[in-house]
């Protein structure tokens, strides 16, 4: 298995460019999560979608979209990128059964200029 | 409103020395609280949880501590290893939506590096 995966690893982006971060999970979970991490900081919730065919605001959701493609895939889009936006997002999944049970993948480091 | 937050930004210990890492949170309406552990471009891995219903919980080489009454959180890692280097989380789990659209809460605070010396 490999767990959650998320691509590209890094990005560089013009400001007022559009992207779409990939992630995807091999372990049936229902739960899919998109954070953002700036520097010195912990993990904010951008969106997450409890269950496929949903998707929910999270805490700093403004600038972005989502899509939960199929049960394995969940999509975060820029549509117009901003400096604001340079961060690296983890996605994460989770069978909703518990706190230990959210997976992390490896991270997108993402600069807007 | 609510925050977890760390009173130590860094921490250096010798090898074989243990380690306390610190965290101060301000909601109490939480159902865990749990410790992650980040390596340099690697995303949080899970290391412990305590329920908010318990003071003390032991894994292995790590024990996570809770008292409610300062609203205070602790990880103590015996025995430290280089490997254990690495900026640790604390955060706060909670149950959160409706039902059918329920999902887990984390509210992580600002981290604290540790380093080990060999």
């Known amino acids: 298995n490999a767990g959650v995966t998320q691509t590209p690893k890094f990005q560089v982006l013009k400001t007022g460019q559009s992207m779409t971060l990939q992630c995807a999970q091999d372990m049936n979970h229902n739960s899919m999560y998109w954070y953002r991490q700036d520097p010195g900081m912990g993990l904010r919730l951008i969106y997450y979608?409890?269950?496929?065919?949903?998707?929910d605001k999270g805490e700093v959701p403004n600038g972005y979209n989502v899509s939960r493609l199929n049960k394995r895939e969940f999509s975060l889009r820029l549509e117009s990128a901003a400096p604001s936006q340079t961060s690296v997002y983890f996605c994460?999944?989770?069978?909703?059964?518990?706190?230990?049970?959210?997976?992390f993948g490896p991270g997108t480091r993402l600069t807007v200029l | 409103g609510e925050s977890v937050g760390l009173h130590l930004p860094t921490l250096s210990v010798q090898e074989g020395d243990n380690s306390i890492i610190n965290c101060a949170y301000s909601?109490?309406?939480?159902?865990?609280f749990i410790w992650y552990k980040q390596e340099s471009g690697k995303g949080p891995q899970f290391i412990i949880d305590?329920?908010?219903?318990?003071d003390k919980r032991q894994g292995q080489r790590v024990t996570v501590l809770l008292n409610k009454t300062v609203k205070h959180l602790s990880l103590q890692i015996a025995a430290t290893q280089p490997g254990d280097s690495a900026v640790y989380f604390c955060a706060e789990y909670r149950e959160w939506g409706a039902r059918g659209t329920s999902y887990g809460k984390l509210t992580f605070g600002q981290g604290t590096i540790l380093t080990v010396h060999p």
């Open positions: 909601n109490s309406a939480s159902d865990y």
């Open positions: 979608s409890a269950s496929e065919g949903t998707t």
């Open positions: 305590i329920r908010s219903n318990m």
């Open positions: 994460a999944s989770s069978d909703g059964q518990g706190p230990d049970t959210q997976y």
